[in-house]
Structure formats: C-alpha cells, structure tokens
C-alpha cells in the first residue's frame, strides 16, 4: 500500500511538542511512525494493537516469526506487560534505564500475539533519546518498534536511511539527526537460570557483569560455526547486510592491513570495485579501493556509530566487494563484530 510520508525535523535536545503531539496521534490511529532513539531509528506502532504491528511486519518485510520489541517511558509501564518482575530484573531497570538494555520478561495477557511472535516472553526497553522518550509518553501506549530499515538492510542511524528504506510506505518520519550509538540495543533473556546475552549492544558484557555477574553470552554471537543455532530469533538472519559480498578480517592489525591490501588488488585485477573499512589508524596504509574510515581504535564507540553508514555509503558507491577490519572483543567491540560477522554472512578470515 502506498502512502504519503511526511518528513519532520525535530530538535533531538529540545524536541518540538506540536510535531511530537502530531506522531503520537497517528500512533494511536494505529499507523507508523519512524523515530530516533539513542542505538538506531525505530520503526513504531501501538504495541497493544495488533492491526497497528501488523502494518510493521508489512513495511519492513519482516518474517512473522521474529518478535518486536515494546518500548516504554518510564518503568512503572512495564508492570502491566509482564507476569512478574524479578529483583535483578528490577536492579538492571535501575541502573541501565533508560539506555540500550532490552529486558525478556515473561509476557502477560495484554499484549497481542503477533509483538511476542507466540513466544511467552516478551522483550521491553525503555529508551533514553529525548524524542522517543517524549513520543512514547504522549503516546500513552507502549511503542512496538524494530530498526526501521527493510529487512536484511542495515540499521539506520540517519534519518537518510529511514527515507531510503521505508518513503511511501509510513505515515511519517521523525528527522532528529544522527543516533548516539549507531548499534541496537543489547537483549538480555532474564527468564531462565542464567542471564543470557541473546544479542551484544550498547551496554556492555563487562557493564552487566557489575550487577550481574553470571552473566553469559549466547554462544551463536560471533561464533566461528554457522551451526550453533542462536536463541533469539532475529539473529538467525542473514542482517545487516551490503548489496556487495563482504569479507571480515580478524587478528593482528598490521596482518589485517597486509592481508586487505592483497585481497584489495586481487578484486581490482579481476576488474571488481573495491571498498575498504578501515580504521583512523590504518586508513593511510591501503594502495587502493575506496577506502573509509569508521573511527579510532582508541575510542571503539565512534566504530559502532559509523558502522552503519559505511556499509550504506560503500553500497552507494556501487562497490563490489567490501573488505572490513575487525575489532578485538570485548567491551563494545563484541557487538561491532557481531554486526560484521551478520552483515558478511559469516565471512570471516582470521589472519
Ligand atoms: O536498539 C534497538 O533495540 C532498536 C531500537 C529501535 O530500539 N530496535 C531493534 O529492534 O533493534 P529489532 O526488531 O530490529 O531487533 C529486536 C531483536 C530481534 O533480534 C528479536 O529477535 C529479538 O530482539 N527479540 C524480540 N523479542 C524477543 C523475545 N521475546 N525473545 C527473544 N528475542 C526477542
Ligand atoms: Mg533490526
């Protein structure tokens, strides 16, 4: 179905209330509305109306089997979407609300089928972007909302890229600037014996180790074997990803550098069109493709926060194959190399 989107500016420190008042009417009317949150841009919907999620799976051509996260404005809201909230559950919400934690609780009544994709958890966050933190609040309902990308695509961080993916097929879009994190959130499953990592993000292992020690990391997160079948339905896709094949290099930097530089001319020489992540530290040391940086290793936040958009300006430039760096893991550098390994199909080399 086609649709007229309208695309408003929003102040992100000092959001505009007429603008904000307008985007939560047409959330309660039961259309769709992409938003800035600190990780990446949503695509929202009343998550109490199943007519309303439904025209998400639409847009976005997401498969039916993968649950949506239901977003909040405060912690009280979650009560009423969960069957119980434990005490470590409780203290998570204390310290990493709002921010880029997700939460599976076990789910209560009140929540459509179609949100948890009959799983009986369902997975709440509550962001800390000040324009969805507003949008939520006016909107007096909890906001069901995935990246709003198409499917398979890589998340957006720019508004730019919600128009690419999605103009013509929502109501409106919420234009406020560049995202914080440039990564999802993190999904922590608090409903069995151990807390499980199902997908790393923006808060860290090492950040919920301070609470909860025993944490652990699903194993399918970068793990060499596409054979071990991740617990969270969403990562079992092939996400994130280029137009171009891609391939991921992990180890020594100097060996990353080499081993790029004699892929690189081997693609040239068959007449491919090469693109290059490279880092602020090595960005100097390719002899060809078109080469970008995504930040410092120094400082591994400003990698997750390009991530994204490099992958969508290597695919404008219409390259053929792209060679990426990888990062060591740990702290955010799990959840770059998570996104990389996604977005490759699994291509990664070792050197
Ligand atoms: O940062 C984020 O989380 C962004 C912004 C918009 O909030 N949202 C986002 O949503 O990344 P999405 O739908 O692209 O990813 C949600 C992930 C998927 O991998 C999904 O499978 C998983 O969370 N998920 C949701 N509900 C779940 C559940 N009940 N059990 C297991 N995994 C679940
Ligand atoms: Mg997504």
């Known amino acids: 179905m086609k649709v007229e989107t309208k ?11 007429d603008i904000l008042m307008e985007a939560a009417k047409l959330i309660r009317e039961g259309h769709l ?3 800035p949150t600190e990780t990446v841009y949503g695509l929202g919907a009343n998550g109490l ?10 847009a976005k051509g997401r498969p039916q089997d993968n649950p949506l996260i239901l977003h909040v404005s405060s912690i009280e809201e979650v009560e009423p979407l969960v ?19 997700t939460i599976l609780f076990k789910r209560s009544s009140l929540i459509p089928d179609i949100i948890t994709a009959g799983l009986d958890t369902v997975a709440i966050r509550m962001p800390s972007h000040p324009i969805a933190k507003e949008l939520i609040r006016l909107s007096g309902v ?6 709003a990308n198409t499917s398979g695509r890589p998340s957006p961080t720019l508004a730019s890229h919600v128009i690419e993916d999605l103009y013509g097929k929502i109501h409106m879009i919420i234009d406020g600037g560049s995202t914080g994190v440039g990564l999802e959130s993190t999904v922590l499953d608090l409903t069995g014996e151990v807390p499980i990592i199902l997908r790393p993000g923006g808060v860290t ?11 652990e990391e699903d194993l399918s997160i970068i793990a060499d074997s596409e054979d071990i079948v991740p617990r969270s339905p969403g990562q079992k896709y092939r996400h994130y990803a280029p137009k171009a094949d891609m ?23 068959d007449g491919k069109k090469v693109g290059i992540m490279a880092t602020d530290e090595t960005k100097d040391e390719y002899k060809a493709g078109i080469i970008i940086s995504m930040g410092s290793r120094k400082r591994k936040e400003t990698i997750a926060q390009n991530l994204f958009n490099t992958i969508r300006l290597l695919d404008g430039e219409g390259v053929d194959i792209i060679l990426s760096e990888g990062v060591e ?5 799990t959840a770059i190399m998570n996104r990389l390994k996604k977005a490759s199909g699994g291509k990664i080399i070792k050197v």
């Open 33 to 35: 509305v992409a938003f």
């Open 205 to 215: 292992l090492e950040d919920l180790q301070e609470i909860i020690p025993n944490v």
């Open 329 to 333: 893991l740990s702290h955010i550098g």
């Open 83 to 101: 069957e119980s909230i434990s005490h470590e559950s409780e203290k998570l919400m204390d310290r990493f609300w709002p921010g880029p934690l």
């Open 247 to 269: 391939i991921v290099f992990s180890g020594q930097l100097p060996n990353m550098v080499r081993a790029i530089n004699a892929k690189a001319a081997e693609y040239i020489k």
């Open 7 to 17: 695309i408003s500016k929003v102040n992100p420190l000092n959001p505009e209330r």
């Open 142 to 147: 909890p906001i069901a909302a995935p990246s």
């Open 49 to 58: 109306d199943e007519a309303a999620a439904a025209k998400i799976f639409e």
